[in-house]
C-alpha cells in the first residue's frame, strides 16, 4: 500500500501563544511524555525509509523545542523533505538562517487576521501580530521559502481579500485558508466564529474567484468541497499553470486523512491520528513501526472504503473526489463516516 504524501510531526506540545482554536491543546510547557530526541530520530528513520512525500514539523511551536534544529538536519540527511508550521513570533533573521541551513525547505506562519486586533485576539497574546510579520520578513531576507496561513472564521469572513492581498505582498509563495472545525480547544474557546454552511459556501466561492487573477496558490484544508468549485468554475490562473491546482489539497482525491498519498499525524507522545482534525488514536509508534500502523489499522481501513460513508456523502455524487471533512463528521456526530455537516451540497445539511 502506498505511503501517505504528507505526514506532519506535533514536535512539542509548548507554545508560547495561547489559541483559541488550538487542535493540539498546547499549553506554555512541554508536555511529559513527548518523544525523546532518540525516538524523534528513529521515527525520521521510518518516515525515510518508507518514502513518504513531505514532512511537516509543528506543534505547538516547533521552535520551543530546543533539538528542533537536529531533529530537522537529520531529516535532510535522510533525505526526507520537511517544511515547518509556525506562529511565527520566535521567528529572527538568526532562526530564519538556521532553518535554510539544516534544510527546511519552506515555513507556514500563521497570520489569522488582516490587522492586530483581529489576530491578536484569536492568538491569545497582544503583539503577536507584529511578532509574526517581523518572522515573515526574517524569512523572506534569508530567503527561506514562506506562505502564510489563515484560519476561515467568521471574524475573518470580510477580510479575505485583504489577508490574500498581504500574502502577495509580504512575498509568499501560497496562501493556506483553514476552514475553522470545532475541535481540541476550538470546541470551548471558538466554536461560536465556525462558519454555518451559507457562509462556507460564500467564502470558498470567493477564493475560487479571487484564484483567477491571484499570483499564488491559494489552498483550503478542511473544505474538500473547494476543489469542487474550482473545476465546475473553470478556474483558469493568469499567473501559472493550471496544472499546479491538482496540488491543492483534495483535488480530484476527496478528504486526504488516512489515505494512500493523502495524510497522517503523529501527535508529540507518538500517537497517530489519521488528521489533525480526526483524532482518533490509530497506535502509537512507541509501540509498533508508523508503516505497520498504516498497513494494519481496521480504522484506517474502514475509512478507505468510501462505499462506506453514510447519508448524503455516501449518495453523493462526489464521493469520490470530495467525500466530505472526515474529521468534522466525527467531531459533529461522533461517527468519522457521517455526511459531513460542513458540506453546503447536502439537502440535509443545507442553510
Known amino acids: 500500500m502506498q505511503p501517505p504524501f504528507m505526514v506532519s510531526y506535533s514536535i512539542t506540545r509548548k507554545c508560547n501563544l495561547k489559541c483559541k482554536h488550538c487542535y493540539s491543546g498546547s499549553v506554555d510547557e512541554p508536555a511529559p511524555d513527548e518523544l ?8 525520521i528513520n521510518d518516515l525515510s525509509k518508507w518514502g513518504i512525500g513531505l514532512l511537516i514539523i509543528d506543534g505547538g511551536e516547533p521552535l520551543c523545542r530546543e533539538d528542533l534544529f537536529d531533529v530537522i538536519s537529520y531529516a535532510s540527511s535522510k533525505g526526507v523533505r520537511t517544511t515547518i508550521g509556525s506562529n511565527g513570533t520566535l521567528i529572527d533573521e538568526a532562526a530564519a538562517r538556521k532553518m535554510k541551513e539544516v534544510g527546511v525547505m519552506a515555513v507556514a506562519i500563521s497570520i489569522d487576521g488582516a490587522d492586530a486586533q483581529t489576530h491578536d485576539s484569536f492568538r491569545g497574546v497582544s503583539g503577536a501580530f507584529a511578532d509574526a510579520l517581523r518572522g515573515v520578513e526574517a524569512c523572506r531576507k534569508a530567503g527561506l521559502p514562506f506562505q502564510f496561513n489563515t484560519v476561515i472564521r467568521k471574524e475573518t469572513l ?9 500574502a502577495v505582498q509580504y512575498g509568499a509563495d501560497a496562501a493556506e485558508f483553514f476552514d475553522l472545525v470545532a475541535a481540541g480547544r476550538a470546541k470551548e474557546e471558538c466554536r461560536e466564529q465556525v462558519l454555518s454552511n451559507a457562509e462556507r459556501r460564500q467564502a470558498m466561492e470567493q477564493l475560487a474567484e479571487l484564484q483567477a487573477a ?3 496558490v491559494i489552498r483550503v484544508p478542511g473544505c474538500p468541497m473547494y476543489p469542487l468549485l474550482l473545476q465546475q468554475k473553470q478556474v483558469k490562473p493568469k499567473h501559472f499553470s493550471p496544472e499546479l491546482l491538482r496540488r491543492v489539497p483534495y483535488y480530484g482525491r476527496g478528504c ?3 489515505m494512500p498519498m493523502g495524510y497522517v499525524m503523529v501527535q508529540c507522545n507518538g500517537e ?3 488528521c489533525m482534525l480526526l483524532q482518533i488514536d490509530l497506535g502509537n509508534i512507541r509501540k ?4 505497520s500502523i498504516w498497513v494494519n489499522s481496521p480504522v484506517l481501513a474502514e475509512l478507505r472504503r468510501r462505499e462506506l460513508l453514510n447519508g448524503e456523502c455516501g449518495r453523493c455524487d462526489y464521493r469520490l473526489t470530495c467525500s466530505g471533512c472526515r474529521g468534522r463528521a466525527y467531531e459533529e456526530t461522533g461517527d468519522m463516516m457521517a455526511t459531513d455537516p460542513g ?4 439537502p440535509e445539511t443545507r442553510e
Do not use: F
Open 256 to 258: 486526504a486523512a488516512g
Open 36 to 43: 525523546s530526541t532518540e525516538e524523534a530520530l528513529s521515527l
Open 288 to 291: 509498533q513501526n508508523i508503516a
Open 214 to 216: 491571484c499570483p499564488i
Open 272 to 274: 497517530v491520528n489519521p
Open 343 to 346: 458540506c453546503w451540497l447536502a
Open 158 to 166: 470580510p477580510q479575505l481579500g485583504d489577508l490574500l492581498r498581504m
